[in-house]
């Protein structure tokens, strides 16, 4: 178990995390472009016209997918904020702040796609739906972690308060949510309710995994791309990266 | 007793000092000196545990600081550059304040003492707003009078005293260093203390961290 | 426990002398809750309505007006630096601070309520309760607001920063508080909102201080 972890903290110094990530976020970004052509493909040509939707129903391929990625790499950025508090690792703060960008554009596609559905679903471009309401607000989060570490000049001091925001963020969103949901039901009961798609056929549901997990790559090939970049912009006065081959020339 | 060793600061990208070593005995003081960005309050911050060391480590009554932390902070007595007045309190309500925060509540006869004798008499009730810098500083040092505290770090103690105060807060350090209590402060003024003490230089290294290896995992 | 009520006493004694500064969040509560009938119209029925989530959202935009300051001046003038060697815990010295920042915020708008709900034609019942949401309330908006305070110290334009940081944290307590009122005036019954807000309150009473603390060793380092 000891030598386990050992190995592990291994990766957590920038220094051996580098030419790993350098060496997998291609992979990741490949595994991406495919799966996404093949949900792409099953959203747009073999899903089934819904026949109480028509064809404007096609856009939760995107929609549903990305609003799940928002709320996970929200939970993945509070996960590396723990680590970085436990373990006082430099790495984890990176990673959060190499997630939250994308994090925040998952939220803001959510966003934008629920309004293109409600258009023609319900008639107007936002409703106060409860899931896209506690959307709305898990965006604001994403905004606030961002504007945070961007406005503290130190990246270690940065990443400790980032960490801080992350942490109390995700103990308050499942409070959010719920009080958000009281808060629908009190006023407009559920007449309208983004869950009611009656039986989903099988095929938009894998249509819906696949593109999920083409997200879900994509993410992270972006976010090893970044945390290198970020990696590099801190470390530049050390000797590892004066020594590296792209530094050479 | 504290002892230190290797002890460095980094500053952004720049390491300020490094393999700075420090033992402060009872009855002993300990002078910092250096240019302005060497170091100094940084250092003193260090000591008293108020920011984590770059590299080094910290040891009281030979116990490391992460274990003695609580016991230190019940023997020490820190002065930082900000004085820690509030301008809307009288220097009454002032030092009882901070008495109180440092965890030993004084008495209004035992403070109002205090105040009398570092010079502030008749000036108690008035907010330390109409005070002058010196005065406000020696509403900071009517602390040391008071205190019990086995350690005082001070930075910048004589800083905007006229000749007779500091005649007095030499006084009063003196008693306390008599007292078998320790002392580590900045300044930029010769001090002549009593009992042995020792100087000890910071210069500012101006090279970048180019050497430091990344360590795995930060203390 | 001493060192507690000492800060309690210093900041109670500190805003006493700058009453101009309680008195500020104070009118601009008022002045915030009286342009909505201008903005919307002064017919009874609709006041009726929307005055649980004015006087709420006022609430909220009052309590942020103080919050800037809360650690502020003791980090400039170096007490934060004293608290935090203190032989109390740094935690308990801020909940004192927080307490200190709630009695001369929050208090005085779960006082003024009352008053400005008349305004809004709301029955005896419903000022009744909107009094005891506030009273549940604001403490949370203190607490909350707390963390935001210690994260934004010291940091480029902290002031907008900290309204982004919190504002989205506040929506539970805004929601069970004006919720509260509403569900009163429905005659639902306001008790599942109450308590929701108590545990809120339980909640931030209890992770909120430790939380504003870890993000003040951050800003003293």
Redesign the interface.
């Known amino acids: 178990m000891s030598q386990r972890l050992v190995n592990w ?2 990766f ?4 051996s995390f580098y030419p790993l990530a350098g060496k997998m976020w291609p992979w990741f970004a490949a595994l991406g472009t495919v799966l996404a052509a093949v949900g792409l493909w099953i959203s747009f040509f073999v899903a089934p016209t819904d026949f109480q939707q028509g064809e404007g129903y096609r856009i939760i391929f995107i929609h549903v997918p990305a609003s799940w990625m928002s709320m996970f790499i929200y939970c993945v950025m509070a996960f590396w904020a723990a680590i970085g508090i436990t ?4 790495l984890s703060g990176m990673m959060s702040s190499a997630l939250a960008p994308t994090g925040a554009l998952f939220a803001f596609l959510s966003l934008w796609t629920g309004a293109l559905w409600g258009k023609p679903m319900w008639g107007a471009w936002w409703v106060w739906d409860a899931r896209l309401t506690s959307e709305l607000i898990l965006f604001f989060l994403y905004i606030g972690y961002i504007a945070l570490t961007a406005a503290i000049d ?1 990246p270690r001091r940065a990443d400790k308060a980032g960490a801080i925001v992350a942490l109390v963020g995700v103990v308050n969103v499942p409070i959010i949510y719920f009080s958000v949901k009281w808060w629908n039901t009190l006023h407009q009961g559920a007449s309208v309710s983004m869950t009611k798609a009656p039986t989903m056929a099988a095929t938009m549901l894998w249509g819906m995994l696949i593109m999920a997990l083409a997200f879900w790559m994509y993410s992270i090939a972006i976010a090893l791309y970044r945390v290198r970049a970020i990696i590099l912009e801190r ?1 530049r ?4 990266v004066a020594e590296l081959p792209e530094m050479q020339r | 007793m504290l002892r230190a060793h290797g002890l460095a600061c980094d500053r ?2 720049r390491r300020l000092f490094s393999a700075v070593d420090l033992c402060v005995s009872p009855g002993e003081w300990l002078q910092v000196e250096g240019a302005n960005g060497a170091g100094k309050t940084s250092l003193l ?1 260090m000591l ?5 060391a770059a590299d080094g480590h910290i040891e009281w009554d030979g116990r490391p600081m992460g274990e003695a932390r ?1 016991d230190y ?2 023997r ?1 007595l ?1 002065l ?7 301008e ?2 009288s220097a009454l ?1 002032n030092l ?3 008495a ?4 030993r ?1 004084l008495d209004e006869a035992t403070a109002l003492a205090a105040l009398r004798r570092i010079g502030l008499k008749g000036r108690e009730d008035l ?1 330390a707003r109409v005070l002058s810098q010196g005065q406000k500083r020696r509403v900071a040092l009517a602390r040391l009078l008071c205190s019990q505290a086995r350690l005082w770090i001070l930075d910048e103690p004589f800083v905007a005293l006229d000749v007779a105060a500091v005649t007095q807060l030499c006084g009063i350090l003196d008693e306390h260093l008599a007292r078998g209590g320790m002392l580590i402060f900045t300044s930029h003024q010769a001090v002549q203390l009593a009992g042995s003490g020792a100087t000890l230089k910071l210069s500012a290294s101006t090279h ?12 | 426990m ?2 507690f ?3 309690v ?2 900041d109670l ?2 805003a006493a ?2 009453k101009s500064e309680v008195f500020t969040a104070l009118f601009f509560f008022m002045i915030v809750v009286s342009l909505f009938p201008l903005g919307i119209g002064p017919e009874t029925a609709m006041l009726r309505r929307i005055a649980p989530g004015v006087l709420w959202v006022a609430a909220l935009l009052a309590a942020m007006l103080s919050l800037n300051r809360l650690f502020a ?1 003791d980090h ?4 934060l ?8 815990p740094l935690a308990v ?1 801020v909940s004192g601070k927080v307490l200190a920042h709630w009695l001369t915020s929050g208090l005085p708008l779960v006082l003024l309520a009352p008053v400005i709900g008349l305004q809004f034609d709301l029955s005896a019942r419903a000022l009744g309760v909107l009094m005891i949401s506030l009273l549940l309330g604001t403490p949370v908006l203190s607490l909350i607001g707390a963390i935001g305070a210690a994260l934004t110290l010291g940091v480029r334009g902290g002031g907008v920063l900290l309204s982004l940081l919190v504002l989205p944290l506040y929506i539970p307590a805004l929601i069970f508080g004006a919720g509260a009122v509403e569900a009163d005036v429905a005659g639902l019954g306001a008790g599942g909102h109450l308590s929701l807000l108590g545990a809120l309150l339980a909640l931030g009473v209890f992770f909120a201080p430790w939380a504003a603390t870890a993000a003040l060793r951050i800003a ?2």
């Open positions: 903290f291994k957590a110094s920038p220094a373990f006082n690792t430099r130190d470390e006065h050390t000797t590892w | 952004g990208d911050r008293a545990g108020l920011s984590p609580d902070h019940a020490l820190y930082g550059h900000a004085a820690a007045i509030k809307d309190l309500e009882q304040t901070a109180a925060i440092a965890g509540p907010p970048p961290r180019a050497g430091a290896e990344p360590r795995e995992v930060a203390a | 001493n060192a009520i000492a800060i006493r210093r004694l500190l002398r700058r001046a400039q003038d170096g007490t630096e004293q608290m935090s060697l203190s032989p109390t010295l003293l380092e």
